[in-house]
């Protein structure tokens, strides 16, 4: 099977979310759902073709936004380690830009 560069990300990132002490749990809930959807999104779209593909790729798309938004509040409000943060919104910021080109 090929590699999915994009997909592999997705698992890394959404591992790191659920392996991380969040010290609000339905921030937490939130944030591990959304990253479970990239990367879920991304897996389904992958075997896909035409705009099914694509459905699942802005899917993917908006649930990284998602995430890029609880990160900003989970930083904003020291509810996490301000490394693990900053790893975070580097990891999601570079899987937006791939799935912004994916579906543009």
Do not use: P
Request: proline content about 0%; overall charge positive.
């Amino acid at each position: 099977m090929a590699r999915f560069h994009a997909l592999e990300m997705a698992l890394t990132t959404a591992a790191s979310v659920y392996a991380a002490e969040i010290r609000n749990a339905e921030l937490r809930n939130q944030l591990q759902r959304a990253a479970s959807s990239v990367a879920l999104n991304l897996a389904e779209g992958s075997g896909r073709v035409g705009k099914d593909r694509m459905h699942f790729y802005r899917i993917a798309y908006g649930s990284c936004r998602e995430c890029q938004a609880a990160v900003e509040i989970v930083g904003r409000t020291g509810m996490a380690q301000a490394a693990l943060v900053a790893q975070w919104r580097e990891e999601f910021d570079r899987l937006g830009a791939i799935l912004w080109k994916l579906t543009h």
